[in-house]
C-alpha cells in the first residue's frame, strides 16, 4: 500500500504526498531502530545482573578454596629469600628455620591462586564484554585474566626439584594435614644446611629457583592478589553488596 501511495505520488507528480510519504518511512523507521535498541538494552542490563551475581559467586568460591595456597605461597616466598640469604652467607650465626627448610624443598612449586571466571570467559566468547556498564569493572576484568595468563607463564617455568636431586640435603616425612578439614597430604622437612652449603651445584639450582619465583611473586602473584581485592570491591559496589552486614546478620542469627 505505501510503495502504491508513493508511485501515483510520483506518477502525478504530486510531490507532497511524496514527501509525507517518505517521511513516514524514515519516521517508522527511526522509532523502529529505537525501540529495538531499548529493548536491547533492557535485555542488556538484564543480563548484566544476572552475569554480576554469578562472577560474585564465583570469585568468592575460588577465593575461600585457594585461601590456603595464598598463604602457603606467601610463606614460602619469604621462607625461600631469608634461607637462600643464609646458606650464602657463611657468617650468619642464626638458626636455619624450618619454613627455610620447607620453602627450599618446595622452591619448584608454584601454582595460580585463583581459578578462571567461567561466566567472564564465556562473556568474552560471545562478544558480549559491552554488556559489563561499569567501565572500571570491565576493565579490572580484562586485567584480571591477562595476569591469570601471566601466572600460568610463571608456572610453566618449573624449576628443579631439588629433594630427588639431593636426597642427603633432605629428611622427609610425609603426613595428613587434617587442618581446616582439608586432609591434604603434607610433608615435614628437615635439612642439612652445611652440606647444602659445600655444593656450589645445589646452590646455583637453589638460586635458579628463588629467581624464578620471586619473579612469580612480584609479577605475577602479587599483582594478582591486589586485582582480586579490586574486582572484589567493584562487584560488591555494582551488586551493593556490604559484607560486613552480612556478617552482622549471621552472627545475630
Not at 514527501?19 to 513516514?24: K, N, S
Not at 657463611?90 to 571466571?117: M, Q, W
Not at 629467581?211 to 592478589?225: I, K, T
Request: charged share 25%.
Amino acid at each position: 500500500m505505501f510503495f502504491r501511495r508513493l508511485a501515483d505520488g510520483m506518477q502525478t507528480q504530486n510531490w507532497y504526498t511524496v514527501a509525507i510519504e517518505l517521511l513516514v518511512l524514515v519516521v517508522g523507521i527511526f522509532l523502529g531502530l529505537r525501540v529495538d535498541d531499548w529493548n536491547q538494552k533492557r535485555l542488556d542490563r538484564n543480563d548484566e545482573q544476572i552475569l554480576l551475581n554469578r562472577l560474585h559467586e564465583e570469585l568468592l568460591d575460588s577465593i575461600a578454596l585457594r585461601a590456603f595456597l595464598r598463604e602457603r605461597r606467601i610463606e614460602n616466598w619469604h621462607g625461600l629469600r631469608g634461607g637462600l640469604d643464609y646458606l650464602i652467607s657463611p657468617d650468619d650465626e642464626r638458626v636455619f628455620s624450618g619454613t627455610e627448610c620447607r620453602a627450599i624443598y618446595n622452591s619448584h612449586i608454584k601454582t595460580g591462586y585463583i581459578a578462571d571466571l567461567p561466566s567472564f570467559r564465556t562473556l568474552v566468547a560471545t562478544g558480549r564484554l559491552h554488556i559489563i556498564s561499569d567501565e572500571a569493572l570491565r576493565a579490572t576484568l580484562v586485567r584480571f585474566s591477562q595476569q591469570r595468563e601471566t601466572i600460568e607463564g610463571f608456572v610453566d617455568l618449573g624449576g628443579f626439584e631439588l629433594g630427588p636431586k639431593h636426597p642427603d640435603f633432605f629428611q622427609v616425612q610425609p603426613f595428613i594435614n587434617k587442618a581446616d578439614d582439608r586432609n591434604d597430604l603434607d610433608v615435614t622437612v628437615s635439612c642439612d644446611p652445611t652440606a647444602m652449603r659445600a655444593s656450589r651445584q645445589f646452590l646455583l639450582e637453589l638460586f635458579a629457583n628463588a629467581d624464578r619465583y620471586d619473579a612469580y611473586m612480584v609479577s605475577g602473584l602479587l599483582p594478582m592478589l591486589e586485582t582480586v581485592e579490586v574486582l572484589h570491591e567493584l562487584l560488591d559496589q555494582n551488586l551493593a553488596v556490604d559484607h560486613d552486614q552480612d556478617a552482622i546478620v549471621s552472627s545475630n542469627e
